[in-house]
């Protein structure tokens, strides 16, 4: 039953691709319909961001890269770890609403469920890894690039099964408990402090205490990402620990949507 119900998640993109594809292409091209800005949105929201993190952090209180990225200015560091944060916040945040905004369709039309937080998470890392893509053409530019960014994808391959996992767990249990759209907002924002994004890990001179921010997993994502892109070099730490709380979050937000789906129609 375990392994029938895994099987089942893990395929949902390949199984039901046409539907996969269809749902996919119309959250995309949702997110510019009736917009003057269209697309521009996807690069200048996060670079408003950065501009004011930039501002406060890097100018007001003077905060620098870490130790081992001085050779990079403080824009740079953050930019690095910030746009994949970007795609990771963005689609924990429209979790909560996932299941519950195509109530209707539920309710009336009998398809696979699942395809909905994986259509829900593929578009957040879709749009906002060109965003990405677009800093590291201008990295390479400036002679950034080295052999290392071919490990970019891997990383990313992992951050969205993580994200993916958690956005299955949120979009079912929100079903249940409306009131996760407002829990996990304020999570989002404490979370996105207490990751070392908008200041450097280095500012705390107490190892033990720094160790202590190995237990969040984006901890570790920004810093693989900023360690291959600014300085072409893996901590393996981070490796060992990406790899299986990703895969563990990932199988069991499957498994658990996957176990509970059967009750959204009664509920919604």
Do not use: C
Not at 110 to 123: A, D, E, L, R, T
Not at 166 to 175: F, K
Not at 231 to 258: D, N
């Amino acid at each position: 039953m375990l392994l029938t119900l895994l099987r089942e998640w893990m395929m949902t993109p390949f199984t039901h691709y046409r539907l996969f594809h269809n749902f996919a292409k119309q959250d995309f091209l949702a997110q510019f319909t009736a917009s003057i800005g269209g697309f521009l949105w996807l690069i200048i929201t996060p670079i408003i961001h950065i501009m004011i993190y930039t501002f406060v952090f890097g100018v007001l209180f003077g905060m620098r890269p870490a130790a081992g990225f001085e050779e990079s200015s403080f824009v740079v560091f953050m930019m690095v770890g910030y746009l994949p944060w970007f795609a990771f916040a963005d689609s924990i945040g429209k979790s909560t609403g996932l299941i519950i905004e195509k109530a209707s369709l539920i309710t009336k039309v009998k398809f696979p469920v699942q395809i909905i937080p994986v259509v829900g998470s593929v578009i957040p890392y879709l749009t906002h890894a060109i965003g990405f893509g677009l800093l590291l053409l201008y990295l390479a530019t400036q002679g950034y690039w080295n052999w290392m960014w071919f490990y970019l994808p891997f990383i990313f391959f992992f951050q969205f099964l993580f994200a993916l996992g958690l956005v299955a767990i949120l979009s079912a249990l929100s079903v249940f408990l409306r009131d996760l759209q407002q829990i996990v907002g304020l999570a989002i924002t404490v979370w996105f402090f207490l990751t070392p994004i908008i200041w450097p890990i280095s500012i705390i001179e107490d190892e033990a205490r720094r160790d202590i921010f190995l237990l969040n997993p984006m901890h570790s994502f920004v810093s693989l990402y900023r360690e291959i892109v600014l300085q072409g070099q893996v901590t393996f730490i981070h490796l060992q620990i990406i790899i299986p709380v990703s895969l563990i979050v990932y199988f069991f937000g499957g498994w658990l949507f996957m176990k509970i789906k059967q009750a959204f129609g009664d509920v919604l």
